[in-house]
Structure formats: structure tokens, C-alpha cells
């Protein structure tokens, strides 16, 4: 791309509709540039026109932007051939009129009717692999090239002669220039647009600097972008080019373009990063290295264990990278939002190569939070680039110093004199929050933050006490937004829906065929049936084990009416059904390659040699086949043992379209109360920058097992989950409410008492009772969302299907329900205020407005399916799992409700209309206020 012989960038077009009627998005479509690999086709799938280098991106890749009813164009260099390019194998050298050394291309001539042959018959190639749209970039470069005036005519009448036969060869075709005024005259009505480069800043890719534009270069650009508008009525798009690192400026020249009443975009010189326009993406993704030949399997790192919850709950997914592999080196701006490490040993496998990594990011200015060890031996470069130095020796005696609200957060800090920390600040950008010195004054830096990041070290940011149980003295949250920069934007939230807790409740199949100790001696899976289930009639998720159920099972005497049981249990209406494996095995982590296991490790059944596939595909048919009623399937599988699936394993759940759920260990009580004993939200996978990784769902809370100390007693010990649930409730609403236990919890009375103990305490809290399928599904869309953000401060959001509820920053403005879109639900809670999206396919939040005045719900127990205020009252539409309960606000006087089953006057208290329905679904109504 660019001018006559600067290209100032690889260019990949992408261009959406506006998003929310403003002045800025009155002009013209949104539009963005991409030309890197791999293609963050997540924040793509919410544009309108989309173009990219073909060779980027795989077919698969590009059927999924089609899919979300994106046009996909084909980038396409009509007067140059990159040398790397296959093109460039192809072509013949007679058709080449010299070189652009700065793109390391061949400027063609466009007058050879081979070379228009050529390239037509890649267009045509183009068109069969599937794309509608094409961006012909370098239209320039042949009439810039030396030549006489007849050869400049030629080489300009063949340019010419290609986009119109193109257009003849294909009327629906999207076609944009870059460039190329000399040519409008002829080509402008085969155009749908015209893109331009450089108008505030520009890019040199001979020096690979970057540019202020000079008002001279600006004032001849405008004149000549200003005539494509007026006179040929095309559309204009501006690409400006500053480094990732200058964001805040990006931001401002897009508005300047905007302002100017074109569609701007601005990223790097390369545009392989995600840059600002009319939208930009949030990144809300974090890059986590750990050390692999430590640990092996990420969830075991103390990344994952240990950060990734606080991370959580500030809205961001975590991407796992073993430092041993490649570390990437297309830049990360836009696609991450920062990068954490958490070595525990002073040096990593492959050291040099996370240092080079470690010196990019820092010039890119993707900032670092370090934790534990730095993981290599530092030298003067990169220890001058952070701020710091080796920390002089200390003396006895030592004393700590912390003058920072970061510090104390669940424990104080403790002096440790054998673990001294071993860098000191050297420059005044960095700013110490806990520190060591002795008495001469020497200090040492355990905790400090910078411009580049921060780093805290073990063992002052966590205080690890009685069985290494781990408490945290810096404040993680706090810490990561002041060492990441993290941004302020609306957190997708799976605790939450319509201002009410989420609930869960889910039964392993464990135990079903035991005796209880009760009179009669029933299944303790009947005694669930009848003293839980039948009473409590909440949505429940059931797995069950078929080796406890089949005749072929360790229960094969009693199978008959085991069966039957089962049955019973998954005709209930508030049930869905799930597989709790064949054979229970109880080390997944140690299977080798697709299923062979070290000894055996699984419910003793005879004949059987473990066998993943068997426990997946052939539990869940057996239970489809045997257990299920008519209607019904199961829905969800549910991990045994030590719940540490392969990714191939999980891939299995996955195509067989079920959600998968177990593991993790939230168990955070009033004897440990602190956040290290808060599982994340779902398990990871080693890699980064990938979109096809399963997600293995971590059950919310932990079991009953955890609560009776594994079948030790007390056997009432579950009651305890009360106190996990309310700490997980505040100050933080890091989980939603979660019941999950085993049939043998009905083996005993004292466990039996305990459940329903806990059933009660949960039925008289405001809660949204869900199905564990919908729970698992809301956790999926939240490693995925994607959220954009507008020139003028407002959010769009990708992927948010089930996933409807977002938690505002604190000091929000409230929402602008005028110009948002989808809005059902403002809900001003004590841990935030939580907006909830009826079921509509774009949702928007405007930030700055007023609420009084506007129709919407304070909360409800049911999910929006639909809520579209009009002059007349509102169209709505409420499902749930429950006899509706919900409350309107932003009206005065008293609302009506009118539903197929009839019209219902809703009950004033204070500022809200409260309506209470006996039916579980609304169907299409009509809600109406004076």
C-alpha cells in the first residue's frame, strides 16, 4: 500500500456497519486492517466486509466469518509481487519493470497482456476458493515505474482493463482500491470504495520508522480524497500508521479522521496488529508462561492455581504457553492484553529465547507482570530496560518496608531472611510497594511496579502457612491492574443473570447402588429420589455411572432395579441428564497416548481394559439408549476421579456435543477464607493464539467429598458448603451458588440432613436456578467473547449467546438505554452493577445516560428471551426454570402485564412494580404503564 513508491503497509481491509448512531458512525461503514497470521477471527466475526491475505487464512477460518454474515475480501497486489509470494514463482520475468527493495517486491507491467491474463486467472482462483470481495492494493506502482508517456498510458489502460473485466467476469463482486486516483475516471463505477494512506501518520518501511505527515502531503491527500467523495460518490477509507505502544494517539488520530468524515483505521506499519478505527477491540485475553519441564500440565502451574481467578473476575481469559516452545513474535498488541510468568526456578529451558521475548514486549510496550523467579539470569540490557539492578548485600538486622495499599490484603507481609529478594531499583519509574533494608540503609525491591509491568516475588506476595496453605499478602487484583494497565470495560460476568446469583446443582452418579442405613435399606440413589429430588424441585444435572447400572457392572446383581431408579429419576422434569463415565476412572492424568493406563485405576470390572472412548461415546450411548426417556438425552458429561481429562479426551465430549464439567477445588472457607482456595473458571490447555482448544468447564464449587474429608466424617460435614458460597458471594461475586454432591450422600442420615440442610439455606436466596449445561455453556463464551469498543467510549459484543449478564467498572456511568441495544435488565447490586442483554443478535451498551425514565427489569428469576420498549409499553418474553418471579423499574405507577394466559396488574413497592406469575414462560406478552 501507499504512494507512488513508499507502500506503507501490508494491507488486510475490513469493513463493518456502524455500530450506534453517532455523528463519527454517520460517514460510512467501520472499517480495519489485518494482514498478520494466524487471523484473530473471534474479534473479526463482528465485521461486516472483511479482507485478508488468502494465505492466512484456512478455509475453515474463512466459512466462519462467512458464517456470522461477514463479506470476506481477498487482498490482492495488482502492481507489484511480493518475492515471497507464490505469484512470484509464477510469473515471468519480461513482465517486471523494476523493485520496491523496501517490501522486497517486483513492480510490474500492467500492459502485458500475459501478466493481465495472469492475474485475472488469480482473481478467478480467488473466486472459487469462496471469496465475494476483493482489495487491489499497489495500483500506483506501474505508472510510477520509468517509462515513456505512450508506456505509462499502456501500463494505466491495462490497470484500468482489469478491474472492469473483473467487474463484467463478476457484477456482485466488492471491490476497493487503494488509490489509484488517476484511474477513477474509468474504474470509479466498477468501485465500492477507495482507501488511502498517511494523512496525519505515516510509516517508512525502508527505515521501519514511523512518520508525522506534513501539512503540505495532508492538504494535497484531502483534496484529492474530498474529490472521490463528491464526485464519484465512493466511500473513503484512511489507514494511518503509528506503533502499537502509542494507543492513546491512535485513538485520537482515528478521531481526527472520523471527524474529517472518513473511516479511519491506525496500527503498525505491518498491520499485523489490531488497530483503532471507528471500533477497536479490547483485549481481554492474557499470555501466561510457565515453565513445562516443572509442570507439565498448565492447571498445575501456580499461574493457573493461584492468579488466574483474580484474572477471572477482572474479565479476562488466560492462554497458556510452555516457555520451551516457540515463543511468538508477531506482536501481541490488541490480540493480549498483557503477558504474567510464573517461574519457580532461577532459570528456564531455552533462557535466551524468553529473553529476547521479554526485550520485545518491552519495545513494543505490551506490558509484563512477573511473578516468582524472573526464570533467567539477567545482563545489563535487560535489567537497564526494567529499572533495576542486582540489590546490594544486606546486613542484619533486616526490617521490612511497605508503604503501599496494595500490601496486607489477606495477610501481612513476614520478614524472610533466607529468601531475600535480589533486584533494588534503579531508576525512579519504578515504584517499590514492599520492600527489605537493613540498617545501613540498603534496600532490596520484593514487590514493585513500573511502566513496562511489575514483579512480585515468593515469598512476600503470598504467606504460605499450615499444610502450604497459601494466603495473599499483595493484592492481586490491584497489583494486576496497575502492572498490566489493564483496561476499564464491561466484564463479561457467569455469576450473574437479571440482577439474581446464578444456581447450580449437579449429582455424581457415585454411590447410586449403596445401602442406606435407613428403615428398608433402600439405593441411596432412591433415597436422593425421595428426599431430595422429589422435594427440591430445582434444575438438576444427573450424571450416572454405567458400570454401577449394567448388568456388565460391579452392580450386576441388583442392575434390574438400579435401572429403574435411574429412570425414575431422569423422567423428573427439573433433571437433565449426564454421563459419569463407564468405569469411573480415577486418574485421568495418568493415561497414556489415546488410553492405556499404568495398572488399574477404575471400578473393578471384569474383563475391562480402560479405554477413553469407552467412557465417553459408550457411557453416553448406553445411557441415551437405557436410561433416558422419550425426549431426553444426556446433555452434559461429568469428569471422575482426579478430573484431569487429556485435550484429546475433552475433544471427545466435545464432538459428541455435550458440555463437560468436574474438577477444580473451591472450597474457600471461615477456617481459610482466602481467594488461592477459588478454583478459575475452567481448566486450560498448553497454547496460545489459538481458537480450537476444548475448554474443560471446572465444577463451581466443590464437592461433598471435600466437605466429609472423602468419606473420613463428619458425614454432615457438607453443610460447611454454606460458608464457601457466601464468601465466594462478597464483597467479590466470584461464583455463582453451587450444590453438587453424590448419590451417596443419601447412604446416611447425618449427610442426608446436612443436603437438605443446604437446599433450604439456598431456596431463600435470590438466585436464577440453571441447568449445569447453560452454566458450562456461559463459561465457553467467556474464554471466547469478544468486546468492542466505539471512538466514543460505548461496547459491542461478539460471541454472547448464553452469556447475556456484564459488570461494570466501578464509577460507571450509568447505561444510556436510549442508545443502547438489547438491554433487559439494570441490576445495582452491592458488588456492582450488573447489565443484562435480552436475546438479540448485536448488543450495545451506551455509557453516560439515564435510566429513570426508561423501562427495564431491576431482576428476574427467569431468562429475557425478549424486551423491546416501545411507545406502547414494552414486547417482552421470560423463560425460566420456575414459576416467574421479576420486578420493572424506571416507570412511575403501577405496570400491566398482558400474557396468553391473561392480563395481570403488577404490585408497587417503592420504586419498583413487582410481578409474581404462576407459569414458567411468559410467552409473547405485553407490559404496559401509565
Request: hydrophobic fraction near 40%; charged fraction near 20%.
Amino acid at each position: 500500500m501507499g504512494g507512488r513508491w513508499e507502500r506503507t503497509g501490508a494491507l488486510a481491509c475490513m469493513l463493518f456497519t456502524a455500530l450506534l448512531d453517532s455523528p463519527a458512525h454517520a460517514h460510512g461503514e467501520a472499517t480495519a486492517f489485518f494482514y498478520g497470521r494466524p487471523v484473530p477471527v473471534e474479534e473479526l466475526r463482528l465485521f461486516d466486509r472483511i479482507v485478508v491475505a488468502p494465505e492466512t487464512l484456512s478455509p475453515s477460518e474463512r466459512g466462519r466469518l462467512q458464517a456470522s454474515g461477514a463479506q470476506v475480501l481477498a487482498y490482492v497486489s495488482i502492481g507489484e509481487i511480493n518475492r515471497d509470494s507464490p505469484w512470484h514463482r509464477e510469473a515471468r520475468r519480461e513482465w517486471f519493470l523494476a523493485e520496491n527493495r523496501a517490501w522486497k517486491s517486483d513492480v510490474v507491467d500492467s500492459s502485458n497482456p500475459g501478466l493481465q491474463r495472469f492475474l485475472l486467472e488469480q482473481l478467478e482462483s480467488l473466486w472459487r476458493e469462496g471469496y465475494r470481495g476483493f482489495f487491489f492494493d499497489t495500483l500506483d506502482s506501474p505508472l510510477a515505474a520509468p517509462g515513456t508517456p505512450r508506456q505509462v498510458a499502456d501500463r494505466r489502460a491495462g490497470l484500468e482493463e482489469l478491474v472492469l473485466e473483473l467487474r463484467r467476469r463478476h457484477p456482485e463482486a466488492i471491490v476497493w482500491a487503494n488509490r489509484g486516483f488517476e484511474l477513477l475516471p474509468r474504474i470509479a463505477p466498477a468501485l465500492s470504495g477507495v482507501v488511502a494512506e498517511s494523512l496525519f501518520a505515516g510509516y517508512d518501511a525502508g527505515t521501519d520508522s514511523y512518520t508525522e505527515v506534513s501539512a503540505d502531503s495532508r492538504e494535497w491527500l484531502l483534496s484529492r480524497l474530498n474529490e472521490v467523495r463528491t464526485r464519484y460518490g465512493l466511500p473513503v477509507v484512511v489507514v494511518d500508521y503509528l506503533p502499537p505502544h502509542r494507543r492513546a494517539e491512535a485513538r485520537a488520530v482515528a478521531q481526527k479522521i472520523a471527524a474529517l468524515g472518513f473511516i479511519p483505521w491506525v496500527s503498525n506499519g505491518h498491520l499485523d496488529a489490531l488497530g483503532v478505527g471507528l471500533l477497536e477491540s479490547v483485549p481481554r485475553r492474557i499470555l501466561a508462561l510457565y515453565d513445562g519441564a516443572k509442570f507439565p500440565d498448565p492447571s498445575r502451574s501456580p499461574a493457573h492455581l493461584v492468579l488466574e481467578l483474580p484474572l477471572n473476575h477482572l474479565g479476562y481469559a488466560v492462554d497458556y504457553l510452555d516457555v520451551r516452545t516457540a515463543l511468538p513474535v508477531i506482536p501481541l498488541s490488541g490480540r493480549y492484553a498483557g503477558v504474567v510468568t510464573w517461574f519457580t526456578e532461577a532459570d528456564v529451558p531455552q533462557p535466551d529465547a524468553l529473553r529476547s521475548f521479554l526485550l520485545r514486549q518491552l519495545s513494543s510496550g505490551v506490558r509484563v507482570a512477573i511473578f516468582g523467579q524472573l526464570g533467567l539470569s539477567t545482563d545489563t540490557e535487560l535489567l537497564g530496560r526494567l529499572g533495576l539492578k542486582p540489590a546490594p548485600k544486606l546486613e542484619p538486622p533486616l526490617s521490612l518496608s511497605a508503604h503501599s495499599p496494595l500490601i496486607g490484603f489477606e495477610a501481612q507481609p513476614r520478614l524472610h531472611s533466607h529468601d531475600l529478594p535480589v533486584f533494588a531499583a534503579a531508576s525512579t519509574d519504578v515504584a517499590v510497594h514492599l520492600g527489605v533494608q537493613d540498617a545501613a540503609g540498603h534496600r532490596a525491591a520484593a514487590i514493585l511496579t513500573a511502566s513496562w509491568g511489575g514483579l512480585a516475588t515468593v515469598p512476600y506476595m503470598l504467606d504460605a502457612g499450615f499444610e502450604d496453605r497459601q494466603r495473599w499478602v499483595l493484592d492481586p487484583f490491584a497489583f494486576l491492574q496497575k502492572a498490566l494497565a489493564l483496561d476499564s470495560f464491561p466484564v463479561p460476568d457467569v455469576t450473574t443473570e437479571n440482577g439474581r446469583r446464578l444456581m447450580t446443582v449437579h449429582i455424581d452418579g457415585d454411590g447410586i447402588g449403596l445401602t442406606a442405613q435407613m428403615p428398608g435399606t433402600p439405593f441411596a440413589g432412591a433415597v436422593v429420589l425421595e428426599r431430595v429430588l422429589s422435594r427440591f424441585r430445582v434444575p438438576t444435572t444427573v450424571s450416572f455411572i454405567e458400570g454401577e447400572l449394567s448388568a456388565s457392572g460391579v452392580n450386576a446383581e441388583n442392575s434390574d432395579q438400579l435401572e429403574r431408579v435411574a429412570q425414575r429419576i431422569s423422567a423428573l422434569s427439573h433433571v437433565e441428564m449426564a454421563s459419569h463415565t463407564y468405569s469411573h476412572p480415577f486418574r485421568w492424568s495418568e493415561l497414556i497416548g489415546d488410553g492405556a493406563p499404568e495398572g488399574s485405576h477404575h471400578l473393578p470390572i471384569a474383563d475391562y481394559q480402560l479405554d477413553p472412548r469407552r467412557e465417553v461415546e459408550g457411557s453416553v450411548h448406553y445411557l441415551n439408549e437405557r436410561i433416558a426417556p422419550q425426549g431426553k438425552s444426556v446433555q452434559v458429561f461429568h469428569w471422575s476421579g482426579d478430573s484431569l481429562p487429556s485435550a484429546k479426551v475433552v475433544e471427545m465430549t466435545r464432538a459428541l456435543g455435550l458440555r463437560n464439567v468436574n474438577g477444580g477445588y473451591t472450597n474457600a472457607s471461615l477456617e481459610f477464607p482466602s481467594l488461592s482456595a477459588v478454583s478459575p473458571f475452567s481448566r486450560p490447555f498448553e497454547g496460545a493464539l489459538r481458537g480450537d482448544l476444548p475448554i474443560h468447564v471446572y465444577a463451581p464449587v466443590a464437592d461433598d467429598n471435600t466437605y466429609t474429608h472423602y468419606g473420613a466424617g463428619p458425614f454432615y460435614g457438607y453443610q460447611d458448603v454454606i460458608q464457601t458460597l457466601v464468601l465466594t458471594d462478597s464483597p467479590r461475586r466470584l461464583k455463582p451458588l453451587s450444590l453438587y454432591y453424590h448419590f451417596w450422600s443419601g447412604a446416611k442420615v447425618s449427610a442426608l440432613r446436612a443436603l437438605q440442610k443446604v437446599y433450604r439455606w439456598a431456596l431463600k436466596q435470590d438466585t436464577q436456578p440453571i441447568f449445569l449445561s447453560e452454566y458450562a455453556r456461559k463459561v465457553e463464551e467467556f474464554e471466547r467473547l469478544v468486546v468492542l469498543r466505539t471512538l466514543e467510549g460505548h461496547y459491542r459484543f461478539g460471541g454472547m449467546d448464553r452469556l447475556r449478564t456484564v459488570r461494570l467498572p466501578a464509577g460507571s456511568p450509568p447505561p444510556d438505554l436510549a442508545r443502547s441495544q438489547g438491554v433487559a435488565t439494570v441490576s445495582r447490586l452491592p458488588q456492582g452493577c450488573y447489565v443484562t442483554f435480552a436475546e438479540v443478535k448485536a448488543p450495545a451498551l451506551a455509557m453516560g445516560g439515564e435510566t429513570a425514565g426508561r423501562p427495564h427489569l431491576a431482576w428476574a428469576n427467569g431468562r429475557v428471551l425478549r424486551w423491546e420498549p416501545g411507545e406502547g409499553g414494552v414486547a417482552l418474553r421470560l423463560e425460566g426454570h420456575l414459576p416467574l418471579r421479576f420486578a420493572v423499574a424506571g416507570i412511575h405507577g403501577r405496570c400491566r402485564l398482558k400474557t396468553p394466559a391473561g392480563t395481570r396488574l403488577g404490585v408497587k413497592r417503592g420504586a419498583l412494580t413487582e410481578f409474581i406469575l404462576a407459569e414458567m414462560d411468559t410467552g409473547d406478552a405485553h407490559l404496559s404503564c401509565p
